[in-house]
């Protein structure tokens, strides 16, 4: 059981370029979440899917986009990166919204020069 | 405004002591509470689930929910140096459908 998986670990963008985070989880959830965390903001919701087939705006979801591939796969892409997309991305999943608890992957840590 | 709201710290400790963490929250009907601990460089790692007015243990670790007050604590018995690490609280605020609300996390430090 591997929980929540992300690749990759590591990124290094220039400005402009694309790239897309994957997440996969096997733990049978339904729902599926991408926060970044910046030293001094806590983490904060990008997007989020409640259930397969969904997705949802969270609190900074301007320069992002996502996709919930299946059940078990929920990708998070930059479509032109900027210096102030450089974060650690974290991917989590949960049995549904609401009052369930959240299990994170290992995130990644993205830098745009 | 759905808000959790967590002193950033550091709260420093002698190793041996308890550490008290804190944790407010906007909304009276709020029903679910969840403790993390993030090492530096890490993934946030769920600890505590509380659902109750009332203390929950767990080894070391004890919640304690005051809904009247609309507050959430963590006790760390016998603190551990290995124990130094952010603390995240977060609450389930209504709609009963939306995501968690994290907070900022509270910096612990625990001094040998």
């Known amino acids: 059981n591997a929980g929540v998986t992300q690749t990759p670990k590591f990124q290094v963008l220039k400005t402009g370029q694309s790239m897309t985070l994957q997440c996969a989880q096997d733990m049978n959830h339904n729902s599926m979440y991408w926060y970044r965390q910046d030293p001094g903001m806590g983490l904060r919701l990008i997007y989020y899917?409640?259930?397969?087939?969904?997705?949802d705006k969270g609190e900074v979801p301007n320069g992002y986009n996502v996709s919930r591939l299946n059940k078990r796969e929920f990708s998070l892409r930059l479509e032109s990166a900027a210096p102030s997309q450089t974060s650690v991305y974290f991917c989590?999943?949960?049995?549904?919204?609401?009052?369930?608890?959240?299990?994170f992957g290992p995130g990644t840590r993205l830098t745009v020069t | 405004q759905k808000e959790v709201e967590q002193n950033s710290g550091p709260l420093s400790v002698p190793e041996g002591a308890i550490a008290s963490l804190n944790c407010t929250y906007s909304?009276?009907?709020?029903?679910?509470f969840f403790w993390y601990r993030q090492y530096s460089g890490k993934s946030p790692e769920l600890i505590m689930s509380i659902y109750s007015n009332g203390d929950k243990e767990d080894g070391r670790f004890t919640a304690q929910l005051n809904k009247a007050s609309q507050y959430v604590s963590l006790l760390i018995r016998d603190s551990q140096p290995s124990d130094s690490a952010t603390y995240l609280c977060?609450?389930?605020?209504?709609?009963?459908?939306?995501?968690?609300?994290f907070g900022k996390g509270t910096r612990l430090s625990v001094i040998a």
């Open positions: 899917s409640a259930s397969e087939g969904t997705t």
């Open positions: 977060a609450v389930n605020i209504p709609p009963g459908n939306t995501p968690l609300v």
């Open positions: 989590a999943s949960s049995e549904g919204t609401g009052p369930y608890e959240q299990y």
């Open positions: 909304d009276r009907v709020s029903q679910s």
